[in-house]
């Protein structure tokens, strides 16, 4: 409510009060309360009667004008003003409990970049970000959002990213740092060269992804929708039949059952489901978002609950991806700086983490030199180079060829190489583990997940090690992208009917994984873009025990969800019951409808608070 909509309610309540004081009954009692009733419930009956010309008859702004009007009617004028002004108070609670859930959400949407400094020739220019175009350079001041995803190509600094990833600690960038949309730059000048048009940004898909989050309901959420459908007209004519029938039949007053049908009306209204419901999932993704984990529908939130089995994909979900070179055995021809430069030559074209390894433990190369250059998927590189016949990938790219060669010893990614059909060495390259890998995966069999995979493109030997150090129960190595899914479809088939599976990767070669899986989690902060499309949930940090929180929140949220339907549902019957039998007043159906209402409200907003997460 508007602070303007305050007004009427504060002066409707003090009329009320006046009424309830006023000595003698009488036209002028009765003035008092009709002015106080016009006053709270003005709004309610108009919107009854909008709605009435829409054909949107039952609804609780219906039940609440009829079950009003009805109390005044028999007599019961106090009870008639006090049902409408209780009602509206139970409305400013969940207009202020909607107000502060969208807030936790909203607050991302302060992160949306006004301007940038475009740079031009001596110039800087304030432009909109929308405007700015790849290559271009930008300049970030201190104390300013960073407007585009880009590269720093001048300065130092450090960046506040808790915007984007929900971490405190700031992020220290210097020459030939990625910088992310949406981070604060702290203290240095920063230059920037531009990667991104804004509508390809992390800041711009966070936003899409917040503005969206609330038009995919959940399972429950959809439940309750049609039930309020059924269920409103249904006890209309309940209370219909209840103020007819038993006067005919028992030859009762009328007026005592009249009475009785409006408490029935009033106590089997909907309101504590409809408003609680809907608010409990969105505090759930606001919640989320405060810790870093971005959820794009209830209906996620609510599939999480069902999830037993988790597939992760290695490179930058459980490892770092921060490839070194460890290791060059050569079979005597070429030295290991030949060989490296092989390599180097061949992975130039390549930003996968393995060929930017390659590259930064050689240097910048030729790439003049390199002749007839042919991608093998999933095998490696061919090309030439002076005249020599040059293969660089794994294992797989010397059995195309018919090349012999010996697996080496040692953990890690190997790259063979051969020149002119002969094998000639190898590079061994390794990959750090995540520091919360193992923490993640231990706290994940606690929230009951049974089953934790590990697809990978890896060799057998590195795969087998990383899923012992770290107690998965399956890992399938040496995968193709498309053997990736195939793999995903045999894990399919191990599930119970009810049983959901997510699906965790970073990559390009992830995307059709994380489409295919039950819920597809993105390791987002520095993730592909088309995992982050194809994905139902980012985690910004890049954090594998962050999959833990998203469940956590999961749990609190259908568990206090639950809550609120079995509150509703018990009052309301118990309520129901005696209100038939004459043994409740309207006092009680006000605090069964408006009274449960708040409460279930109340237990709803605890989803934002996830300090115990």
């Not at 490296?340 to 190369?365: C, D, K």
């Not at 902060?525 to 499309?533: L, P, V």
Request: charged residues 25%.
């Amino acid at each position: 409510m508007d602070k303007k909509e305050y007004i009427p309610l504060i002066a409707g309540a003090v009329l009320y009060f006046f009424g309830l004081l006023y000595p003698s009954e009488g036209t002028v009692r009765l003035g008092i309360f009709l002015a106080a009733y016009a006053l709270v419930g003005g709004e309610v009956l108009w919107r009854a009667v909008q709605n009435i010309r829409r054909g949107q008859v039952f609804d609780e702004n219906f039940l609440m004008a009829v079950a009003t009007i009805g109390a005044f009617a028999v007599g019961e004028y106090p009870e008639g003003v006090a049902v409408m002004l209780f009602y509206q108070v139970g409305e400013l609670f969940q207009d202020v409990a909607v107000h502060r859930s969208r807030k936790s959400i909203s607050s991302l949407m302060e992160i949306r970049p006004e301007y940038a400094n475009l740079v031009q020739g001596e110039e800087i220019l304030q432009t909109a970000p929308e405007e700015i175009k790849v290559g271009d350079i930008i300049l970030i001041k201190p104390g300013e959002r960073v407007p585009l995803d880009g590269e720093v190509i001048e300065g130092v600094s450090s960046l506040d990213t808790s915007a984007i990833t929900g971490e405190s600690l700031p992020r220290d960038v210097e020459s030939g740092s990625k910088i992310l949309s949406g981070m604060i730059n702290k203290n240095g000048l920063l230059k920037v060269k531009v990667e991104k048009i804004y509508a390809d940004s992390t800041i711009a898909k966070i936003l899409d992804l917040v503005e969206n989050a609330g038009s995919k309901k959940a399972p429950t959420e959809k439940f309750i929708t049609k039930f309020a459908a059924v269920y409103t007209p249904a006890v209309v004519f309940i209370a219909l039949a209840l103020a007819i029938l038993p006067p005919i039949i028992l030859g009762e007053s009328f007026s005592t059952w009249v009475y009785r049908a409006l408490i029935f009306l009033v106590v089997s209204c909907p309101c504590a489901l409809v408003i609680s419901i809907p608010l409990g999932f969105f505090g759930g993704i606001g919640g989320a978002s405060k810790n870093g984990i971005l959820i794009k529908g209830g209906n996620y939130l609510e599939a999480l609950n069902q999830v037993t089995t988790i597939v992760f994909d290695k490179t930058g979900t459980l490892t770092k991806g921060n490839f070194k070179v460890t290791k060059i055995e050569t079979e005597g021809k070429y030295s290991e700086k030949e060989l490296l430069e092989f390599a180097a030559l061949g992975e130039s074209y390549s930003t996968h983490p393995i060929a930017l390894s390659i590259l930064e433990a050689n240097g910048p190369v030729e790439k003049g030199k390199i002749e007839n250059y042919e991608e093998i998927p999933g095998h490696g590189i061919q090309f030439r180079v002076k005249g020599k016949k040059i293969a660089v990938g794994n294992e797989k790219i010397l059995r195309r060829n018919g090349i012999s060669f010996e697996k080496p010893e040692g953990i890690g990614t190997v790259l063979y190489i051969s020149v002119d059909q002969k094998f000639e060495g190898h590079i061994l390259i390794s990959d750090e583990m995540k520091e919360d890998s193992a923490e993640a995966i231990r706290d994940l069999r606690k929230e009951g997940i049974k089953n934790l995979v590990m697809l990978t493109g890896d060799s057998r030997l590195v795969g087998e090690k990383i899923g012992e150090e770290l107690g998965l129960d399956t890992v399938y190595s040496e995968l193709l992208p498309d053997q990736k899914v195939e793999k995903l479809e045999e894990v399919f088939k191990g599930l119970g009917t009810k049983e959901k599976l997510a699906f965790v990767g970073d990559g390009v070669n992830d995307a059709p994984v994380i489409a295919r899986a039950d819920i597809g989690i993105a390791m987002g902060a520095m993730g592909s873009d088309a995992a982050i499309e194809a994905s139902d949930i980012v985690i910004m940090t890049d954090e594998p025990s962050k999959i833990v929180s998203a469940l956590k929140i999961a749990k609190k949220t259908k568990k206090i969800v639950m809550q609120n339907i079995f509150l509703a549902m018990i009052i309301k019957v118990v309520v129901l019951i005696l209100g038939a039998g004459g043994m409740a007043t309207m006092w009680e159906a006000v605090f069964a409808d408006v009274g449960v209402a708040v409460l279930a409200i109340l237990n709803a907003m605890r989803v934002l608070n996830t300090k115990d997460i």
